[in-house]
């Protein structure tokens, strides 16, 4: 795509095909307008994408969003006293633009800036060329890890033409010195994303359709950066709501040209399809949640061992019991991500046998696998194996009756009464093992080499360990000085080397929760929207309108399959 942002990109996308579908609805299937109108409305608001552009006055948050917008008539003000916060509406993308952020003069600036940050699914952490100051950074430690929105967090050092030298010579000085600012103060500069900019250039050179002047604002590679976390943190799945909805609709309408089955068989795999986009989004904020609660964890962990430096000698046994302590909370969360994980395939395996269970589905089912049924239909086929694959012959023999046995699978079903797979296999095989990805064989703090880098601590703090002597610093100030820089820099590098464990083990977590999430819900997404696609393309009516909505159907599908686009 074009070096727009993605997430605005999608929703105007979506105006444009929802505007078409509902054209034709309203004129040709009034009811199935009225329904659609009704669902889309309810999710505009949950829909929209959140983004809050933080940092201290006058580091260009206002032109960012300008440029950012096309929007020239953002009011743009180097005021420190201003302490509002401004919202703007850019498709479905809601900006907030935050009154100076530490600025020390009002309070009140901070707390209007806590609550669009609170409120908003990304956080653009807005700097100028002079980086962090003595307060600054303090302030940015305590909100990206006390208060654990790091993983909102996307850094951006603006107005970088201010500064003379190459660009890319002073992107890799600034680099440097962020990465030296944020160690000392116990940070990590690869927790965040980050892009080097200059804002007003940008905006003075697409008002001028400048493209050198462009090109030389580094502008595109922010929205690239931009793109890139929306994808990453998942947060197109909430557009994409609205593009389910129509597709929804559009099968439900094309159906009606088809048989009962057929539209029967549209309305279980609509539903089913929901029950698994549900799941994943759930279990994602979940497992954001609990990435932040071991981060959390970790650092306390490592504060025990900060806070005595400087009091006694920290011994190997002090380093080994924070290297044990943090592998223990390590495996303690993977239990319990393990366990949730579990517990949530299992519950989605039984609601999606709920829905195979209904009438509808057992009609469906019954129909598919008659001797009338003569029909070569793919979906067909696809949805019967769904079927035998997920739902529970028991189930399915009290809600159905004698019927079903008739059917022939009576004598195939495993020991836990469950339909047979084509090849023979029962459900039980088919459940996602989770302790495949999160089991005793995953060890993070091996992966990211704990024991190595928490025995460096000592070689970094060993020199100023021993206990001070009261004596002696009463006797010299210049000596009680030196000895107190050195325990504070010895602090710094401890909380460092515990902030970088913590960040690469949550990384490891990621990666692998990841492969997990294809697995249990994007193969069972694919499979259900497959079948859908086959259903619709499958309707045989030759007239203009269904001809009309399957090519926007396809459309809409294509989307949902690969928003990036």
């Not at 909430?238 to 609709?249: A, E, N, R, V």
């Not at 994943?280 to 497992?287: E, G, L, N």
């Not at 190595?452 to 020199?463: H, Q, S």
């Amino acid at each position: 795509m074009d070096k727009e942002l993605l997430y605005y990109s999608l929703s105007e996308k979506e105006k444009e095909i929802e505007e078409r579908v509902m054209k034709i609805l309203k004129s040709h299937a009034p009811t199935a307008f009225s329904e659609a109108s009704a669902k889309l409305a309810a999710s505009s608001e949950e829909t929209r994408l959140s983004i809050a552009f933080v940092g201290q006055h006058n580091a260009g948050k206002s032109t960012i969003i300008s440029a950012l917008t096309g929007n020239r008539q953002i009011k743009i003000s180097s005021n420190v006293e201003t302490d509002t916060t401004e919202k703007y509406s850019w498709g479905d993308v809601v900006l907030y633009d935050t009154p100076g952020l530490f600025a020390g003069v009002k309070t009140s600036h901070d707390e209007a800036a806590y609550k669009a940050i609170e409120e908003s699914d990304l956080i653009v952490f807005c700097l100028t060329s002079s980086l962090f100051d003595d307060c600054l950074i303090g302030d940015f430690i305590s909100l990206a890890y006390r208060r654990s929105y790091r993983n909102k967090i996307i850094l951006v050092v603006n107005k970088m033409s201010q500064e003379d030298g190459e660009f890319g010579e002073l992107e890799d000085n600034y680099r440097a010195t962020l990465s030296r600012t944020l160690e000392e103060q116990g940070g990590h500069l690869g927790d965040f994303p980050i892009a080097f900019i200059d804002a007003k250039d940008y905006r003075e050179g697409a008002e001028d359709e400048d493209e050198e002047l462009i090109e030389l604002s580094n502008f595109k590679s922010f929205i690239e950066l931009l793109n890139e976390q929306i994808s990453r943190k998942g947060l197109t799945a909430k557009l994409l709501t609205k593009f389910t909805i129509l597709s929804d609709t559009i099968s439900s309408v094309l159906s009606e040209a088809g048989s009962v089955t057929d539209k029967n068989m549209t309305a279980v795999l609509s539903r089913l399809e929901r029950t698994v986009r549900n799941y994943k989004r759930d279990m994602r904020y979940t497992m954001l949640g609990k990435e932040s609660k071991l981060r959390t964890e970790i650092i306390n962990i490592g504060d025990g061992l900060t806070s005595v430096i400087g009091e006694h000698e920290i011994t190997d046994d002090d380093i080994n019991d924070v290297n044990i302590r943090i592998k223990r909370a390590t495996d303690d969360a993977i239990d319990d991500i393990e366990k949730e994980l579990t517990q949530v395939n299992d519950q989605l395996l039984d609601e999606l046998g709920d829905v195979l269970s209904t009438d509808m589905a057992i009609y469906v089912f019954k129909d598919i696998n008659s001797e009338r049924y003569l029909s070569d239909s793919l979906a067909a086929v696809d949805f019967n194996n769904f079927i035998k694959k997920y739902a529970s012959y028991e189930k399915m023999i009290r809600n159905g009756g004698d019927a079903i046995s008739k059917l022939g699978f009576g004598n195939v079903t495993g020991e836990k009464g469950e339909l047979a797979l084509s090849g023979g296999a029962t459900l039980s095989q088919a459940v996602i093992q989770m302790s495949y990805y999160f089991g005793k064989a995953f060890k993070p703090t091996e992966l990211v080499g704990l024991t190595g880098k928490l025995a460096k601590v000592g070689k970094v703090v060993g020199p100023v360990m021993a206990a001070m002597d009261v004596a002696l610093v009463i006797a010299d100030k210049a000596v009680e000085e030196s000895k107190l820089r050195e325990i504070q820099e010895a602090r710094k590098k401890c909380f460092n080397a515990v902030s970088a464990v913590a960040s690469d083990i949550i990384g490891e977590l990621e990666k692998q929760y990841s492969l997990m999430e294809d697995e249990v819900f994007g193969a069972k997404i694919k499979e259900l929207s497959d079948i859908r696609t086959k259903l619709v393309t499958e309707v045989r009516s030759g007239t203009e309108l269904a001809n009309e909505l399957k090519e926007c159907y396809s459309i809409i599908n294509d989307i949902i399959e690969n928003p990036v686009i």
